[in-house]
T-cell receptor
Framework: EAGVAQSPRYKIIEKRQSVAFWCNPISGHATLYWYQQILGQGPKLLIQFQNNGVVDDSQLPKDRFSAERLKGVDSTLKIQPAKLEDSAVYLC???????????????FGPGTRLTVL | EDQVTQSPEALRLQEGESSSLNCSYTVSGLRGLFWYRQDPGKGPEFLFTLYSAGEEKEKERLKATLTKKESFLHITAPKPEDSATYLCAVQAAGAAGNKLTFGGGTRVLVKP
């Protein structure tokens, strides 16, 4: 079974530029997550989608970050404009069902390492 | 606010030297506690889910246990291939979504 796919794997940009990351979840998984992992820290949830809808985006900096999941499959995460503190690994994860009272396992992709200069 | 603290931050072991990693948590109501392994340059890899105090799970040289305030990951007779960062995360009951709140991880280095 193919895992979660992400691209690009690495991206270097200058501050104030824009960047976009792409994620393709495990086939059949309804729920998709974007996490930010700063070097030396654990991942932090940015946004959770269940099918097309947003379930939790309370920790997404909405003035500069946006995400969409069209057709309930692939997702893109965009940063515009980027700041130095956005340098991190952006991880995409997916789970089979999600939703309240469910404890589905979240499976992670390899991540995109972003460096903002 | 949910909190997870892992200790130690780093652990150096000789091959065969057993040890334990600690994960202390504060959560309004625990839906599940997760252990992941993360190798450099890769995403976290799922190891275990624990649901209630007293539960234990094993996989090869790893054994995870859970109490009402903390979880332990025991590594028995580790090998160099067990070198990785081990992440602990909690999922809160009653939350809108399925957010995992992670600790900072324990970096384990096993020397031959």
């Amino acid at each position: 079974e193919a895992g979660v796919a992400q691209s690009p794997r690495y991206k270097i940009i200058e501050k104030r530029q824009s960047v976009a990351f792409w994620c393709n979840p495990i086939s059949g998984h309804a729920t998709l997550y974007w996490y930010q992992q700063i070097l030396g820290q654990g991942p932090k949830l940015l946004i959770q989608f269940q099918n097309n809808g947003v379930v939790d985006d309370s920790q997404l900096p909405k003035d500069r970050f946006s995400a969409e999941r069209l057709k309930g499959v692939d997702s893109t995460l965009k940063i515009q404009p980027a700041k130095l503190e956005d340098s991190a690994v952006y991880l995409c994860a997916s789970s089979l069902v999600g939703g309240r009272q469910r404890t589905d396992t979240q499976y992670f992709g390899p991540g995109t390492r972003l460096t903002v200069l | 606010e949910d909190q997870v603290t892992q200790s130690p931050e780093a652990l150096r072991l000789q091959e065969g030297e057993s040890s334990s990693l600690n994960c202390s948590y504060t959560v309004s109501g625990l839906r599940g506690l997760f252990w992941y392994r993360q190798d450099p340059g890769k995403g976290p890899e799922f190891l275990f889910t624990l649901y209630s105090a007293g539960e234990e799970k094993e996989k090869e040289r790893l054994k995870a246990t859970l109490t009402k305030k903390e979880s332990f990951l025991h590594i028995t007779a580790p090998k160099p291939e067990d070198s990785a960062t081990y992440l602990c995360a909690v999922q809160a009951a009653g939350a809108a979504g399925n957010k995992l709140t992670f600790g900072g991880g324990t970096r384990v280095l096993v020397k031959p």
